[in-house]
C-alpha cells in the first residue's frame, strides 16, 4: 500500500475524485467538515491532537496530546492572576512579529486584551485593525474605538459593504479544500486585506480567549439546564413537566419558553449542543432531498460528538464543555476561519491564547473561577480588571458577525448572487427546490437574521462546488 498526504484535501485528488454526500451532510450540520473526514471520499483528514504513522502498509493514528484537567492546586486568587498574566505576555512577546506588531481588534475582551499586551511587551504601541458594517445591531466599531484608545494603538478601520461580498464570495469560497461555512470568514478577509496593504506581515488574533476561560453564553445556559438535573423526578415528571405541558398555560409566553428549557434540560449532553441546530430545527427532511437523504447516515453527527464527548476525562460540565468546544468550535471552525482568511490576504496569523503554557494554565485553573454562578469567564475578566476598559470588561460578546441575512434582501447584486447560487444548488439533488423556493420567497423575508445563515451555508456550498466539481450531482 502507498501513502500519499498533503496540507490540502484538494491537493490529493485528481479529475476521477468523487464527493462524499456524508461529508455534504456533516457540512450542512456543522458549516464545516469536522476530520476524520474530507469532502472527497477516500481522503482523510487526520484529528486535532492526533498523529499518523504509516509502517509495512498499514496505518495507525493516535492523539499525541489529550486535554487533562488537573484538580485545582490551591492557590490564592493574587497568585494566580500574577502567573495568568505573566504566562499572557510570554505567549503575546513569542506570536508577535517585531517588524511591525499587530492585531484583530473586533472590541471584544481577547482581542482587547492582546492589542494591549502588545503595547506592554513590545514598547511601542500595536497597530489595530477593525471590521465594521453599517447595519443597525451588527456595528461594534465603538468598543474597538475605546480600546485602541485606552491602550494607545495605530488604529485602523474598513467598513466592510455588500459590494465588498459580491466581489470575494466566490474567491472565499474557492480558496478552501473543502465547503465552509462560517460567515465571519469575509469580515476576518477584509480585515487581514487592510493589514497586509498597510505593510503587516503577521496578525495576532484572540481566538482561543472563550473556549479557554468560559466566555461562551452557552456555557451559563448550560449550567441552568444542569440545575434542572438536581430536582427531584418525581416533581419533575409529576409536577413541572405535565404543568408545562397543557396547552393553555403554553399560549403564555414566559411559560412557553419555560416549557422550551425544560425540553432542552431532559436532553442529555452533547446532544443537548445541538437543540439550536438550524438543519435540525428546519427539518432535514424540508431541506434535503430523499435521494440524498437515502445515501446519508443522519446519525452520524451525534455519534461523532457524543464520542469526543465521553473521552474527556473532565470532571466538572465547564471543564468538559471547554474540552468538546476546543475539538470542534476552535479546531474545526474558527481557527480554520482565520487561517484561511489570513492566508487568501498574504499575512501570517499568530494565537497567543492557544500558547501551550497558557493552555495549560487554563486546566488548572478550578472550573468554578471559568463559570461562577453564571457569570461568565469571571477570573479572566477579574484578572485583567485595571487593565481593560470597564466598558469592555462589560459588553456582551459579538465578533465580527456579518449582517449577511438583512443585506441580501435589500442589496439586489448580492441578492441576485445569493439566489442563483441557489438555483443552480437545486439541480445538484442536494436539496429539495421546493424547499429552496419557500427558503427565498417567504422565509428569508420573513426572518433575515436566521434565515440568512441558512442562505449563506447553501450558497458557499454551490460556491465552492463551481470552482472544484462543477459537475457533481447526487445519483438517484
Not at 481522503?43 to 493514528?61: C, D, I, M, Q
Not at 430536582?231 to 397543557?246: F, I, N, S
Not at 471559568?370 to 484578572?383: S, T
Not at 458557499?460 to 438517484?476: A, C, D, G, N, V
Amino acid at each position: 500500500g502507498q501513502l500519499h498526504f498533503a496540507a490540502r484535501a484538494d491537493s490529493l485528488i485528481d479529475a476521477s475524485a468523487e464527493l462524499d454526500p456524508q461529508a455534504i451532510f456533516d457540512y450542512l450540520y456543522f458549516h464545516c467538515i469536522p476530520s476524520p473526514r474530507t469532502i472527497f471520499k477516500g481522503v482523510k483528514r487526520l484529528a486535532p491532537g492526533h498523529y499518523a504513522t504509516f509502517e509495512n502498509g498499514t496505518l495507525s493514528v493516535a492523539p499525541y496530546w489529550v486535554p487533562k484537567f488537573e484538580p485545582p492546586a490551591e492557590a490564592s486568587f493574587a497568585a494566580l492572576r500574577g502567573e495568568f498574566r505573566a504566562l499572557l505576555e510570554q505567549a503575546v512577546r513569542r506570536q508577535l512579529d517585531s517588524a511591525k506588531p499587530a492585531c484583530f481588534l473586533s472590541g471584544g475582551t481577547d482581542s482587547s486584551t492582546v492589542a494591549g499586551m502588545i503595547g506592554r511587551v513590545s514598547g511601542q504601541p500595536a497597530a489595530t485593525y477593525s471590521i465594521g458594517f453599517e447595519a443597525a445591531g451588527y456595528d461594534e466599531m465603538a468598543y474597538a474605538r475605546i480600546a485602541a484608545r485606552h491602550f494607545g494603538t495605530e488604529h485602523h478601520e474598513y467598513y466592510v459593504t455588500p459590494e465588498d461580498l459580491v466581489r470575494s464570495i466566490g474567491d472565499v469560497a474557492g480558496s478552501y479544500d473543502q465547503p465552509f461555512g462560517n460567515s465571519s470568514v469575509l469580515p476576518a478577509y477584509y480585515c487581514a486585506k487592510m493589514a497586509h496593504e498597510d505593510g503587516v506581515h503577521k496578525l495576532l488574533a484572540g481566538d482561543g480567549g472563550d473556549e479557554l476561560f468560559g466566555g461562551n453564553s452557552r456555557y451559563a445556559m448550560q449550567r441552568i439546564f444542569s440545575w434542572y438535573q438536581h430536582v427531584p423526578p418525581l416533581v419533575r415528571g409529576a409536577v413541572m413537566e405535565p404543568l408545562l405541558r397543557r396547552a393553555p398555560l403554553r399560549r403564555i409566553p414566559l411559560l412557553r419558553k419555560a416549557a422550551g428549557y425544560v425540553e432542552q434540560a431532559r436532553v442529555p449532553m452533547p446532544d443537548r449542543l445541538q437543540m439550536y441546530n438550524l438543519l435540525r430545527r428546519i427539518g432535514m427532511n424540508t431541506v434535503l432531498s430523499p435521494a440524498f437523504m437515502a445515501q446519508v447516515d443522519p446519525d452520524d453527527v451525534l455519534r461523532q460528538q457524543r464520542e469526543v464527548w465521553t473521552h474527556s476525562d473532565a470532571s466538572s460540565q465547564i471543564d468538559r464543555t471547554l474540552a468538546f468546544d476546543w475539538r470542534y468550535t476552535l479546531a474545526e471552525s474558527d481557527l480554520p476561519k482565520v487561517r484561511g482568511a489570513t492566508q487568501l490576504a498574504g499575512v501570517e496569523v499568530g494565537f497567543p491564547f492557544l500558547d501551550r503554557p497558557l493552555l495549560e494554565f487554563s486546566m488548572r485553573l478550578p472550573a468554578e473561577y471559568k463559570l461562577k454562578g453564571l457569570k461568565l469567564r469571571w477570573f479572566f475578566k477579574e484578572a485583567l480588571r485595571g487593565f481593560l476598559p470597564d466598558e469592555i470588561l462589560s459588553k456582551k460578546k459579538h465578533g465580527f458577525g456579518l449582517p449577511f441575512g438583512v443585506w441580501v434582501g435589500r442589496h439586489p447584486a448580492l441578492n441576485r448572487l445569493a439566489v442563483d447560487s441557489l438555483a443552480s444548488l437545486s439541480t445538484r439533488g442536494i436539496v429539495r427546490p421546493e424547499f429552496i423556493k419557500t427558503l427565498v420567497a417567504d422565509l428569508l423575508p420573513s426572518h433575515p437574521g436566521y434565515y440568512g445563515e441558512m442562505v449563506w451555508i447553501l450558497m458557499m456550498l454551490e460556491q465552492w462546488m463551481q470552482r472544484h466539481t462543477p459537475s457533481f450531482k447526487i445519483s438517484s
